[in-house]
Structures are given as structure tokens and as C-alpha cells.
């Protein structure tokens, strides 16, 4: 799923190309894919793209009548700039929306429809739209401090929960906690006051350091190589891989469909967290350490 670094690289690459363009038209090739009946979707055509915002992991496009377009990606959700008019082809095109001098498009990968396409009404009805997760980047260590301590849960749960930090998700927060040589299974209100500044120094940095490097990769072209798995990401993806830090292999925590990527040897003291699949298929032979 595109996250904070990746939507604004997206925001940057739209803001170059259709800010002060009106939105011609809106062509749906997938009628679940809108998710709001008020207002309707041709109150937003004809009008002229005014602004953007980034509401957690979602892009928000704002037109001079006050209509707001909101485009959740999802897992496999992508955007495209591509000629103006373009055929929207194939099943995994979902929408277009035209402008003169080109179209953005929409594609979403594999079976599921999870990609959403929600209209929002002046800054009441985008406020609707916005969980309550705290930006990480504008966030003092204070506030940051508040918002991790406020439950208890598992650093890994924390970072990605939209309801305390906003646009922070699976790839990244693995990241965070890699470079801040935290376990994804500490306790958020069981840090010390020290390993609290360490994760926001890293959650910033981490941040920030991604969203230089993949403005560059774009240089100034629409970004179309956005995934989740990135060859010089330190763990995130690379199980079974040696770290770049210590050299050891990047270990894992399968749950559902997703997994957790860190490394033992910088941050859980050298112990194999349980997964919980392999562990009880593996009993008593489940490794503890990596030694």
C-alpha cells in the first residue's frame, strides 16, 4: 500500500501537472469503485484543480467550487499520467480523469476491488474523511510522546494504526523500527523516555529520507515504479536476506496477509520472535535465538 513518502511523491508529480487545469471529465470504468452518492460525481467536472492534500494514505484533490476528489489505493491501487483520453483498457483500469493536456488513471492489480473513490463537500464533509492519527513529521517529540503512550500495544500495531499516526503503514513502520533498533513487539508504554526519542528521531528520519530519494528517482517524471518492496529498504521484504547493518538474516512474523521484517541481532537482543504459524507447526524445535 502507497504510504506517506509515496503519496507525496504522487502529490508533487499531479501538483506539476494539473494544478490550475480543469477536470474535463471523470470516466468510470468500474461503478464500484465510487463510494459517496453526495455530492455527485459531476459536480467535479468542468471545475479547476485548486489544491491537494494528504489524508493519511489517501490523495485529495480540491476543485474551485469546494468539491473535494478523495482516491484511496489500497494494496494494489496506482496512479498513471497518460496521453489525454486514453482508452481505459483491460479489467484492472478503473478510472480516468481528463484533463487538457493529459489523463490521470487509476489501475488496481489482482481480483479484489479495494481502491475507493469518495466526493467530499467543503472542508466539513474532507474533515469527515480523516482519521484522527497525528502527523509524524509535524509532530513534536511531546505530542509524539502522547500518542504513542495514550494504549498499550505492540510498537509495530502503534505506527500503523491511522487512529495515532497518520500515514504510516506496513513497509515503512518495519523500517522505523530497524533504524531505531526497537522490537515490533515492545510495548508502547513500557519504553524509557530514552527509546521514545530514539523512535522519533527515527520515524522522522526514515520519513524524510524516503521521500527525498523517491522524489529523485522520479526526477521530475510521474512516479510509476510505487511498491511496497524496494531493494534498498534495510528489512522491509528482505527475509532471509543479511542486514546491512549486522549482516545476520532479516527474520519475519507472519499474521494474515501480512508480515513483519526485522532483524534480531540489532533489535531484539539477538531472540527469534514466534511466528505464529511456524511456531506451533515447529513445537519445541522453534529456534529461540539465532544461534
Known amino acids: 500500500m502507497p504510504e506517506l513518502p509515496d503519496i507525496r511523491v504522487y502529490l508533487e508529480a499531479l501538483e506539476a501537472r494539473v494544478l490550475g487545469q480543469p477536470l474535463e471529465a471523470v470516466r468510470l470504468n468500474s461503478p464500484f469503485l465510487l463510494r459517496t452518492v453526495t455530492p455527485p460525481l459531476t459536480s467535479a467536472q468542468g471545475h479547476t484543480v485548486t489544491q491537494f492534500r494528504r489524508l493519511g494514505k489517501r490523495i485529495a484533490i480540491g476543485l474551485d467550487n ?3 476528489i478523495v482516491l484511496h489505493l489500497m494494496i494494489a491501487g496506482r496512479l498513471h499520467w497518460k496521453t489525454r483520453g486514453v482508452k481505459l483498457a483491460g479489467k484492472n483500469a478503473l478510472a480516468a480523469f ?18 475507493s473513490l469518495y466526493l467530499a463537500e467543503g472542508e466539513a464533509g474532507l474533515q469527515g474523511l480523516m482519521r484522527r492519527g497525528i502527523e509524524p513529521l509535524e509532530a513534536s517529540l511531546e505530542a509524539f510522546t502522547a500518542a504513542l503512550t495514550a494504549e498499550n500495544h ?3 500495531r502503534v505506527l500503523t494504526d491511522p487512529d495515532v499516526f497518520s500515514g504510516i503503514g506496513n513497509a515503512y513502520s518495519d523500517e ?33 529520507d524516503w521521500i527525498d530519494r523517491l522524489s529523485k528517482e522520479a526526477a521530475g517524471k510521474f512516479p510509476e515504479g510505487v511498491t ?10 528482505r ?5 546491512p ?6 527474520q519475519r512474523i507472519r499474521y494474515a496477509t501480512n508480515e513483519t521484517n526485522y532483524c534480531a541481532k540489532c533489535q531484539t537482543g539477538g531472540r527469534v520472535l514466534a511466528d505464529r504459524s511456524l511456531s ?12
Open 98 to 115: 481528463d484533463f487538457p493536456n493529459g489523463s490521470l488513471t487509476l489501475t488496481e492489480a489482482g481480483s479484489q476491488r479495494r481502491a
Open 66 to 68: 469546494g468539491v473535494w
Open 154 to 156: 505492540t510498537l509495530k
Open 239 to 243: 527475509f532471509g536476506l543479511p542486514c
Open 228 to 237: 511496497a518492496f524496494r531493494q534498498d529498504m534495510a528489512v522491509h521484504g
Open 245 to 250: 547493518v549486522c549482516g545476520a538474516k532479516v
Open 280 to 291: 506451533r507447526l515447529l513445537g519445541e524445535d522453534f529456534p529461540r535465538t539465532l544461534d
Open 176 to 208: 522505523i523500527l530497524h533504524r531505531a533498533r526497537l522490537s515490533p513487539l515492545a510495548q508502547s508504554k513500557k519504553l524509557t523516555t530514552e527509546e521514545i526519542a530514539w523512535l522519533y528521531e527515527a520515524t522522522r528520519a526514515t520519513l524524510l
